[in-house]
């Protein structure tokens, strides 16, 4: 019998960031494992055109949920969506929708986060700093209220070489911020937020910096834990291997490199790839919203949910195997087959300069406008461009991070836990998990028909050759002119010749 699955049972959870990618495989779990649970709240944000409920049935019947339907049919019941905006005030929650969750809510899951590098800082205070205050603010009123479980980021501390399991202060009080937002102009915060990130390399790993210093002053008397996964990427194995549906950090690098845009990426090879799969951190999540609300710690643990430091895999590793997987599974509609080469420095996807990347795109852009469409990748290359220049200090770095409390943890539960709630990254074999990864992106994010492979590999067969010839006839008109301008280049042929 399942302790954790068994503690969720008649229990009425309030989930932030419910639409997101986390958010959504934590649902599914919570449904697929405690399917008695009372009821899951999600803050959802009004969208034209999509009523709440509309916006709950996309998430519930697509793929992800394929076996929630079958172990708990009446999901939708469990599901309630209330109307919210985490950019407003008491998040514009309606007054009765607010009592129900202050007088019901028994567990707390804060996944709600914008993500965005380079986004304004003065929304990423908004949603990563001042939203956790807020939500903080109303779990104090939440009588039922027996854990708030916050998701940072493992880079919220990314300005150092070794990460504990504990809160880092920032140079500012995170309130002292939140007040001067609120009356700073645009200008003045443009101008004040490189001093005030210092070593932090953007503003979203600045502003969760913040949100735990937030977690740890407004903590009060409830019962808090820390999640600090790293880079969260396509499920391990489950509902199944591979699912993944948005093109944030790798997943947008694979569908780049598999289409034939993307050249190159500047990367070490030997930096460690800290990838974590995302079920592995929603059953850590899971496990330590039990632990903390069972065993009620003294004190606000932090849980690291990384694989660098207990099961490494570095990029160069990474790159090969996802380079194989191209060679077996090719992507349709790819301009060209990249191959890699690995030096000490760098690993190198074919690439000489931007123009190798932008070339295809706006080849394909002619083709889209001389058939009556709309042209669009140069704009989405221009956009991937960008993403990987903000990647860049990621992928040229490797951090340590303790995973004491995560360990712990592991020792805390039942073998029975152990197989259910598993997130023991020593036991992923990184090599399965990549192909996986990439059948995922190609099945569920591109939505190709896994059929069409050996007609993708004709089609790629015949962009290599038109690739070889292009480069064939090229050298041979450049070598004409070369010797047509150049006395040199005449003597070295004719050498050659005679």
């Known amino acids: 019998m399942s302790m954790i699955a068994a503690f969720y049972g008649g229990k009425s959870i309030l989930i932030t960031g419910a639409t997101g990618f986390l958010g959504k495989v934590l649902i599914e779990k919570l ?22 409920q509309q916006r709950v049935s996309q998430i519930i019947n697509s793929k992800l949920f394929e076996k929630v339907r079958e172990v708990c049919p009446n999901v939708h019941e469990k599901i309630r969506a209330i109307s919210a905006d985490l950019n407003q005030n008491d998040f514009a929650i309606s007054k009765e929708d607010m009592q129900e969750l202050l007088s019901c809510t028994n567990i707390i899951f804060h996944c709600a986060a914008t993500v965005r590098f380079d986004d304004h800082l003065r929304h990423a205070v908004q949603l990563n700093v001042t939203a956790t205050q807020q939500l903080l603010f109303m779990a104090s009123q939440m009588p039922k209220l027996e854990a708030f479980i916050h ?77 600090r996964p790293s880079i969260v990427g396509a499920t391990w194995q489950e509902p199944f291997p591979g699912w993944v549906d948005n093109l944030n950090g790798p997943n947008g690098m694979i569908v780049a490199a598999g289409r034939g845009f993307l050249r190159a990426i500047r990367a070490s090879p030997l930096a460690v790839a800290d990838l974590i799969p995302v079920d592995t951190v929603i059953n850590l999540t899971l496990a330590v919203g039990w632990y903390t609300a069972v065993h009620r710690p003294k004190s606000t643990l932090i849980y690291h949910c990384t694989s660098g430091n207990l099961n490494p895999c ?5 790159g090969c195997q996802v380079l194989s997987t191209f ?145 064939t006839v090229f050298f041979l008109i450049a070598w004409r002119l070369l010797i047509a301008r150049s006395q040199i280049a005449r003597n070295v042929w004719f050498f050659i010749m005679w």
Not at 31 to 52: E, F, N, W
Not at 199 to 226: C, F, H, R
Not at 314 to 318: D, E, L, R, S, V
């Open 151 to 227: 998701i940072s980021t493992a880079f919220s501390n990314c300005n150092l070489k070794h990460i504990d399991e504990v809160i880092y202060p920032c140079s500012v009080e995170p309130k002292k911020i939140i007040d001067s937002m609120e009356w700073w102009d645009d200008a003045i915060v443009d101008e004040i937020a490189p001093k005030l990130m210092g070593d932090w390399p953007n503003t979203y790993t600045y502003t969760k910096a913040l949100g735990e210093m937030v977690v740890q002053q407004e903590s009060g008397n409830l019962n808090i834990a820390i999640i």
């Open 327 to 471: 060679e077996k599974i090719p992507f349709e509609k790819a301009f060209r087959r990249p191959h890699a080469d690995f030096t000490a420095n760098t690993i190198t996807v074919h690439y000489r300069n931007a123009v190798s990347h932008r070339a295809p795109a706006m080849i394909y852009d002619i083709y889209l406008w001389l058939t009556g469409r709309k042209p669009r990748m140069t704009k989405l290359m221009n956009r991937l461009l960008r993403t990987i220049s903000m990647l860049e200090y990621f992928i040229n770095r490797s951090w340590e991070w303790s995973t004491y409390n995560t360990e712990m943890l592991m020792s805390e539960l039942s073998p029975e836990d152990q197989r259910i709630f598993n997130f023991d990254v020593r036991q992923l074999n990184w090599l399965e998990y990549i192909e996986n990864y990439v059948l995922g992106v190609k099945k569920y994010l591109l939505k190709e028909d896994m059929a069409g492979i050996p007609e993708a590999k004709q089609h790629l067969r015949r962009l290599q050759n038109i690739y070889y010839l292009f480069n």
């Open 31 to 52: 449904c697929r494992t405690s399917p008695d649970l009372k009821v899951i709240y999600i803050l959802v944000r009004p969208k034209a055109g999509h009523t709440l």
């Open 314 to 318: 570095n990029w160069g590793k990474m």
